[in-house]
């Protein structure tokens, strides 16, 4: 179950999309320049992400047909997106593999980047030793 994002104020974006929302950015204090990209960002997602809400009826096909390995790299903390749908992507794929990111919501590569970049060399290292035999 995706959390319901356009219903979300911009404070409970960060209550659900950050481990420590203490940690998250003041969207009070960015640059207008950055404000401008997170609104025109808010509206292309309600273009292609409103109807049906947030889904695809046929994407799970698609991903299917991916023939490249997959690191899915996923915040256990994620409120947006909880942890048991970026299982079920992962398994969408037929080679993936679900890497959960601990102290991390929906955007782990803010909050732990060591932990993405470490799980990133190694997927990348075991991918290309298994290729290269």
């Known amino acids: 179950e995706l959390a319901d994002f356009f219903s979300l104020t911009p404070q409970e974006q960060i209550t659900y999309a950050f481990h420590d929302s203490a940690a998250a950015p003041d969207p009070t204090q960015l640059p207008q320049q950055a404000r401008d990209i997170q609104a025109a960002n808010a509206a292309t997602l309600a273009v292609y992400a409103r ?10 096909r698609r991903l299917a047909l991916v023939p490249t390995p997959v690191a899915v790299l996923w915040g256990v903390s994620d409120r947006i997106a909880p942890e048991p749908y970026g299982r079920a992507y992962a398994d969408s794929f037929p080679h993936a593999r679900f890497e959960p990111i601990r102290e991390a919501g929906h955007l782990p590569h803010l909050e732990q980047p060591q932990q993405v970049l470490e799980a990133i060399r190694r997927f990348a290292d075991e991918t290309t030793r298994s290729t290269a035999r």
């Open 51 to 60: 109807e049906p809400y947030m889904h695809d009826p046929k994407l799970r």
